[in-house]
């Protein structure tokens, strides 16, 4: 079991990850505590245990529980945040028998944001060799900007392209996520909230599969968006689905 408490850092590990990260051996399960607080920043940054998790990179027999804090700062403008319990970012990385909790406030100033319970922003999916959980049982998401531009909330990622997924489990007992976004002026269609338990923006741009997703609750699940300018797409699965492929294949989802 490791404690890590980072302040003013965006990830554990930095740059972009490509090796392999493991818990003990004969399959037993490693705890990762994580707590991440900083500030906000110009530019793009990634915050969770991995900053950015690429390909050929290998997590597996992990329980990882992460708490990200951002802090507004007036004097930025137009930065992204990629934030999620287990990696900013996931390109194609091999996940399996990985649990992720997350807690997360975020409170930006004009930041394009994703936020993740697996990553903020994930390409490629969960394989069927994996087992792959996210516990949100009583947790918080706090997300809220000023902005003019659009924040991503979901599950698995805020933002996901090119996904297939064979098995996913969530636990939303007691799960609060509150999205906001004030910003004063005209309205601007481009300053949109997406928010979903699997997906906050789903981008299909190529033949993509979810199957067998599992969500267990016994208590009540909170998500809530509210904004004065712009659209909020809010949804049981997915906040919204951008189709440009005609093959989307969904089978046994339970809840």
Do not use: P
Request: net charge negative.
């Amino acid at each position: 079991e490791i404690s890590l408490g980072l302040v003013g850092s965006e990830m554990c590990i930095r740059d972009r990850f490509r090796g392999v990260m493991c818990g003990l051996s004969n399959n037993e399960i490693s705890s990762i505590f994580l707590t991440l607080s900083t500030t906000e920043a110009s530019d793009e940054h990634y915050y969770g245990l991995f900053g950015y998790l690429d390909k050929e990179a290998v997590v597996r027999n992990l329980n990882i529980t992460t708490s990200i804090g951002i802090s507004k700062n007036e004097s930025i403008s137009q930065n992204t945040i990629y934030a999620g319990g287990l990696a900013g970012q996931i390109n194609e990385a091999l996940l399996s028998n990985v649990t992720v909790k997350l807690s997360t406030g975020i409170h930006a100033n004009d930041a394009t944001i994703y936020v993740g319970g697996i990553a903020g922003k994930m390409n490629g999916g969960l394989d069927e060799m994996n087992t792959v959980k996210y516990d949100g049982n009583q947790g918080s998401w706090i997300i809220q900007s000023n902005s003019s531009h659009n924040i991503y909330a979901g599950l698995v990622s805020g933002y996901g392209t090119n996904v297939y997924i064979n098995r996913f489990d969530v636990d939303t007992s007691g799960l609060s996520i509150d999205v906001s976004n004030f910003k004063m002026g005209n309205y601007n269609t481009n300053s949109n909230i997406y928010a979903g338990n699997l997906f906050g923006y789903l981008d299909i741009t190529k033949d993509t599969r979810i199957n067998h997703i599992h969500f267990n609750g016994k208590q009540k699940q909170t998500l809530y968006a509210s904004m004065n300018i712009g659209n909020a797409y809010v949804g049981g699965l997915v906040g919204y689905v951008s189709v440009s492929y005609t093959h989307l294949r969904a089978h046994e989802t339970e809840a």
